[in-house]
């Protein structure tokens, strides 16, 4: 393929140096990194699976579901999921991850590098009780490199633009995708019923 860009050298033949900016990326949380994970009600993290391709999931919950434990740790509760356990199996192998959390109408986003194990910890269980029920773990990072992202992707995209949101009709339903995807004989109506109740009963 001509014009591949395969070493730190040539990208910079493309993009500039970033000079300044680098100075950016702290090594722990500042009071308005720790603010804005305050706010946050939802995040991606990124880790690495053991056969080196990367996975990215969403995690979410109520504004400041992430604890800040001090200058240099956070927690987070494992809520109900499809028991993957992707995330958590590859920090067995590979701790570090990388996350991303968002402030809902916030254009600037935050990230998070560092290292993370998942523990069943009495007392990191008990600070996560919502409604009477225990997450199902708590992942602790510790922190590593910290960094506000400029408003760019976010304008782009018009994320929390409403008149850009997609009607959800654009689509078919997520119980119709399953049900071709999986190659189920169930109708797609009684998935989406089955999805909706368990998004219910079992949200936390």
Known sequence: MSGKL?????????YRDPGQTRGKVLASLDPHAKTFI?????LCIGTSRPNGLADVSPRGGEQGFVHVLDDTHLA????????????LSNITES???GLLFFVPGFEEMLRVNGVAETVLDPEMMERFVVNGKKPRSVMLIEVREVYFHCTKALRRSGLWDASKHVPRE?????????????KLLVPAKLID?????????NLY
């Open 170 to 182: 654009r689509m078919p339903s997520f119980g119709q995708i399953i049900r071709d995807q999986m």
């Open 76 to 87: 987070m509760p494992d809520r109900p999921g499809n028991n993957l356990i992707d995330t």
């Open 95 to 97: 701790p570090s991850v």
């Open 193 to 201: 019923m089955g999805l909706k109740k368990d998004a219910k009963d």
């Open 38 to 42: 305050g706010l946050s009600p939802f």
């Open 6 to 14: 395969d070493t730190e050298e040539a990208l910079r033949t493309v």
